[in-house]
């Protein structure tokens, strides 16, 4: 059954079903009204029935109860009349059925004076009205039959116009389903129907649009997808060379462009590995740089990367196409020298490389002479892994540049001494808190007048198992763990306590104390000198502060500013190793510095090397010129000390004079020298 059938079906059926209902609810009304009309002539005629034989009943008067019972049963729809008296026996009836289909009874007690002479019964008949009523249903019955006919029809039109725009919807949209768009349906009248056509037909359009707008993107995609295919295959490739790169970088030094500490660990695990199919003995040299912190601090660090290119520059010139020259980082580099079996080989070969980096380096139009220290180890007889042969031949570099002797080969006694300065860096924390350092003290003696004009504090170490200790022990390790700053301080107190102690015995003398490049650098070291000072009572021209040239090369500007800082507390500072450095005559002229310390390696050289003594000249007059004091270092013979006096030297300081003195020792010394 179609969609349209169903429609016109229902509509008649609903709207037959309604008609009836409401005709038969009215029906059923009329018949209800007619029944309670009944009710009520019954009671109306009984209640007359039962006036009318009163009379009768009371006098008993049979004949005219009879009267009055036929006169009764003669009226319109009375089928029915009886009476009977008190005790219940009927006296006179009209009809045999009173209980018929359809009819209705009404008894009434017959009363004279409130006593009761018996009862009356009248029952009725509808009659016509019965007939009349079963009509109205019939017609009733035809009129929603020809109701249900007549919306059938008009449901029938009207499906059929409705059906015509639905199926017309319907068909577009089997045209959108196929992927058809853009096309209106036609447009019939102006009601709802039309304008469901119409926005259909909108619809249409803008989906018309919206696939012109899909086919555009979807061409865009396409056009970006192949440009995206172009990036990712351009990335794929600038991906490749990065890797390429970093893998250079990884195993390479980016300064040099040396191999690094990576692949030359690589390197000797494939030597010693080739070493164990095929016996095959080989050298590893560690090379380290003697000056290049002072390059560093006084030319910048600019020219101490050009110096460890040039560095490597000459490792690579020097070396075989089968040796591996390597940056192990900072101024240390290795060496691997695959053919060289013998410890005379590899001396030879060191040699030769640190003639090679002896040679002057140009830096800022600076001739700058950087010497180096060598260590070896030799596969396998100093070890036959690689941390070992690195770890023995970076010992034995340490120990060549502890000795001043060039090049050094791996000794078992080595192991023990860096195992040594291991346990002295554990220990120095602890000698610092717990008053192992002394001082010792050297007199500066004025070459003018001959008498002592200060001291030197120099710090040891007073060891519980090894001795006394000389600074070169552990200084530097108290620079590389940061306890410079502690150890200075301690240095400073032990300096001040002796300048009180001797300014209470009447003979004040000035104490000079060397600080690092470090203690400089610290914002707090110039409060602390203060707080040292004012606990103690001392007047601050009794402590000399002395610094290094390269210390203040390093960054001129911030040991400037210290140098200042301590010169207003009423301190000297002295330039301590002068001439070692590459120090500037515009920052020279700019320190507050009171004098110059010239280094002892010129002083020591004086008699035998004309250049020194050159320098020792331009030294002093330099100084001079500057308002500076000078002070000669290493004086060990009386010659020295009489050139230095005839050069114009303020001061002299050395052996010749006095070694390294305790406190009481000292106290001798001048007490023998007054």
């Keep these: 059954m179609s969609f349209r059938t169903k429609m016109i079906v229902g509509i008649a059926l609903i709207e037959a079903l309604f008609l009836f209902a409401i005709l038969m609810s009215s029906l059923e009304v009329l018949s209800q009204s007619r029944a309670q009309a009944l009710r009520v002539r019954a009671a109306g005629d009984a209640q007359l029935f039962a006036t009318a034989a009163a009379n009768a009943l009371v006098s008993e008067d049979m004949g005219a109860l009879q009267r009055i019972v036929r006169a009764v049963a003669r009226n319109r729809g009375v089928f029915y009349a009886a009476a009977w008296d008190g005790n219940g026996r009927r006296l006179a009836h009209v009809g045999h059925d009173p209980a018929r289909p359809g009819a209705l009874q009404s008894r009434v007690d017959v009363k004279v004076g409130g006593v009761s002479y018996g009862t009356v019964e009248v029952g009725l008949m509808q009659g016509e009205f019965g007939r009349v009523l079963a009509q109205a249903r019939q017609r009733i019955i035809a009129i929603a039959l020809a109701e249900m ?35 209106h349906l036609p447009v019939d009248g102006h009601d709802e129907l039309a304008r469901m056509i119409e926005g259909f037909n909108a619809m249409s359009t803008q989906l018309e649009a919206l696939q012109a707008e899909a086919a555009r993107r979807h061409a865009e995609v396409l056009s970006l997808n192949e440009r995206l295919e172009e990036r990712v295959h351009e990335r794929t490739e600038a991906l490749a060379v990065a890797n390429r790169e970093l893998e250079y970088l990884a195993m390479h030094d980016p300064l040099t462009g040396l191999p690094n500490r990576i692949l030359l660990q690589d390197r000797l695990l494939q030597a010693i590995r080739s070493a164990s199919r095929e016996p095959a003995p080989f050298a590893l040299l560690v090379i380290d740089l003697d000056g290049f912190k002072d390059v560093n601090d006084s030319l910048g660090h600019q020219a101490g990367d050009s110096l460890l290119q040039e560095t490597a520059t000459r490792l690579l010139r020097e070396l075989r196409q089968s040796d591996t020259a390597v940056r192990l980082g900072g101024d240390e580099f290795a060496v691997l020298l695959p053919t060289v079996a013998t410890k005379e080989a590899a001396e030879t070969v060191a040699r030769k490389l640190l003639r090679a980096l002896a040679e002057p380096v140009l830096l800022k139009d600076t001739s ?80 003018l007048t001959g008498k002592v004009s200060g001291a030197e504090a120099l710090v040891r170490w007073n060891h519980p198992t090894l001795g006394l200790l000389a600074p070169v022990r552990f200084v530097p390790l108290a620079e590389r763990t940061r306890l410079i700053g502690p150890l200075t301080l301690r240095v400073l107190r032990l300096a001040v306590a002796q300048a009180r102690a001797w300014a209470d015995q009447g003979r004040p003398l000035p104490i000079a104390v060397n600080v690092s490049v470090a203690n400089l650098d610290d914002e707090e070291f110039v409060g602390q000198v203060k707080h040292t000072l004012d606990e103690s009572g001392v007047s601050s021209d009794l402590i000399e502060i002395e610094v290094t040239e390269t210390a203040l090369m390093r960054d001129p500007k911030r040991a400037d500013a210290a140098i200042r800082a301590l010169s207003h507390l009423g301190m000297r500072v002295s330039i301590d190793d002068f001439g070692t450095g590459y120090s500037s005559m515009t920052y020279l002229r700019k320190l507050a510095v009171a004098q110059i310390k010239i280094d002892k390696s010129f002083v020591m050289d004086m008699g035998i090397s004309r250049n020194d003594s050159v320098i020792v000249r331009s030294i002093i007059d330099l100084g001079h010129s500057l308002g500076l004091k000078v002070v000669g270092e290493g004086v060990e013979t009386a010659e020295s000390m009489a050139a230095l006096a005839s050069l114009g030297c303020d001061y002299a300081q050395g052996y010749h004079l006095s070694h390294p003195l305790d406190p009481e020792a000292f106290d001798a010394w001048l007490r023998a020298n007054p």
């Design 149 to 183: 006919i007549l919306v059938g029809l008009a449901s029938w039109f009207f499906g059929r116009y409705l059906i015509r725009h639905i199926a017309a919807v319907e068909a577009g949209t089997a045209r959108i389903a196929q992927g058809e768009f853009g096309f």
């Design 368 to 447: 700058v002479r950087v010497a180096a220290s060598c260590g070896a180890a030799l596969f396998p007889v100093h070890g036959d892994e690689v941390g070992d042969l690195l770890r023995r031949a970076d010992r034995a570099m340490y120990e060549a540049k502890r000795a001043r002797q060039g090049f050094s080969l791996f000794a078992p006694h080595m192991e023990e001494e860096g195992d040594d300065r291991l346990r002295l860096q554990a220990d120095l924390e602890r000698a610092v808190q717990h008053e192992e350092l002394v001082l010792y003290y050297q007199p500066k003696i004025d070459l």
